[in-house]
């Protein structure tokens, strides 16, 4: 049974970076059959989908083209985690950010089978 | 504006069958499978239905999920208390370079 074990702080000020990570249990973040995600949920935007990363050999990275130029998920294969960091924030990111764990048989036909707690993010100076 | 579109509230009594719509494009469900999330308050979602209909263990068969063309159902038969909730449907899009897209959720009301 995965968890996912999300932590970081819940007020970031505006023009700086947010971070969170996401801790993983019950499976590791470079397994073949899965997908690490960053979904994030406000009032005004509702569930909006910001990236991923995964280990196929290699590892790949997708981003949301809404944030593309200012997102980063990374992997940390020693401390069995990913995290995100959204730079240049602004009020518009106060949402609360969730992880996730995608799995299936590839793009198109997968789903989220397990969520981490959630994390306010309020930015705010 | 959601991707794909939900009614906003749907209602039922206990005992009662309801169906929740979403809506999409050929992009998202016309092309891909289909997932509901049940978000009860205050709790992150949880997966309800995958790949059009399939539920995952745990999921009272209660439960049921279509799709056909460019749109989707969730049904509830034998509405309960507990499945007060917001739904949520979901789906890949194949635009702007691939992303999920999420329905604006439909909160279910037990009278």
């Known amino acids: 049974q995965v968890q996912l074990q999300q932590s970081g702080p819940g007020l970031v000020k505006p023009s700086q970076t947010l971070s969170l990570t996401c801790g993983i249990s019950g499976d590791s973040v470079s397994t073949n059959s899965a997908a690490w995600n960053w979904i994030r949920q406000s009032p005004s935007r509702g569930l909006e989908w910001l990236g991923r990363t995964y280990y196929r050999s290699k590892w790949y990275n997708d981003y949301a083209v809404s944030v593309k130029s200012r997102i980063t998920i990374n992997p940390d294969t020693s401390k069995h985690h990913f995290s995100l960091q959204l730079h240049s924030v602004t009020p518009e990111d106060t949402a609360v950010y969730y992880c996730?764990?995608?799995?299936?048989?590839?793009?198109?036909?997968?789903?989220?089978?397990?969520w981490g707690q959630g994390t306010l993010v309020t930015v705010s100076s | 504006q959601s991707v794909l579109t939900q009614p906003p509230s749907a209602s039922g009594t206990p005992g009662q069958r309801v169906t929740i719509s979403c809506f999409g494009s050929?992009?998202?469900?016309?092309?891909?499978?289909v997932n509901w999330y049940q978000q009860l308050p205050g709790t992150a979602p949880k997966l309800l239905i995958h790949t059009n209909s399939q539920r995952p263990s745990g999921v009272p068969d209660r439960f049921s999920g279509s799709k056909s063309g460019t749109s989707a159902s969730l049904a509830i038969s034998g509405l309960q208390s507990e499945d007060e909730a917001i739904y949520y449907c979901a789906a890949w899009d194949d635009s702007l370079n691939g992303r999920v897209v999420f329905g604006g959720g439909t909160k279910l009301t037990v009278l």
């Open positions: 996730a764990r995608e799995v299936g048989p590839g793009n198109g036909y997968n789903w989220f089978d397990s």
């Open positions: 050929i992009s998202n469900i016309g092309s891909n499978t």
